[in-house]
Structure formats: C-alpha cells, structure tokens
C-alpha cells in the first residue's frame, strides 16, 4: 500500500500562485508515475500533470505554460507550482500515483486539498 498526503491548498486571488505537495509512504518502490488530478463542482475528475520517475512531464492543455510539476525521488514527494492561477482552476486537487507511466488509471489517491481562485 502507498499513503499520499496532500498539502499547499487555500484561497488566492486570480493572477496567484500557490505550491501544492504530496508526500507518499509505505510501498513506494512500486510507484513510478505521481501527479495531480482535479475536480470542480458538477465536472468530471481531469488529469492535470504527470510525472514519472524519470522525469519524463505530461501537463492537460489548459494548464500548460501556468503550471509546473515537480520530483523530488529521494523524498518521495511531488510538487505542482501553480502561477497566473484563474478562477476556472478552482477545484478539488487530489494527489495520485501509478505503477504505470501515464498516470491515466491511478492505483493510489491522496484525500484532496482545496484550491479557491476568487476573480
């Protein structure tokens, strides 16, 4: 089993940044892609950056040039910098790792952290 705990949500005005993170125990040598997924209220959880333990980065078009992930191996723990934030990314951040590449069926979840852009 892999344990994901999430930190770095809150409230922040449009034009903002914040740093998410995610740290992750137990079974982790059987992780190989970590990243973020989202979900705003009456949408669809969506993908929003990947990373592999290589460092191979994979980012949803809509966050691409604004949001930056991030790995730190020997920690065990993913960050996403989030810049020039807009309301639309207001949403439910929810940490997830694979023992996969894409991160596209997550085996493992984090509990969510909350992130409020106002306009």
């Known amino acids: 089993q892999v344990q994901l705990v999430e930190s770095g949500g809150g409230l922040v005005q449009a034009g903002g940044s914040l740093r998410l993170s995610c740290a992750a125990s137990?079974?982790?040598?059987?992780?190989?892609?970590m990243g973020w997924y989202r979900q705003a209220p009456g949408k669809q959880r969506e993908l929003v950056a990947a990373v592999t333990r290589g460092g191979s980065r994979n980012y949803a078009d809509s966050v691409k040039g604004r949001f930056t992930i991030s790995r730190d191996n020997a920690k065990n723990t993913v960050y996403l910098q989030m810049n020039s934030l807009k309301p639309e990314d207001t949403a439910v951040y929810y940490c997830?790792?694979?023992?996969?590449?894409?991160?596209?069926?997550?085996?493992?979840w984090g509990q969510g952290t909350q992130v409020t852009v106002s306009s």
């Open positions: 137990g079974s982790i040598f059987s992780i190989n892609a």
């Open positions: 997830a790792a694979e023992r996969g590449f894409t991160l596209r069926v997550p085996d493992y």
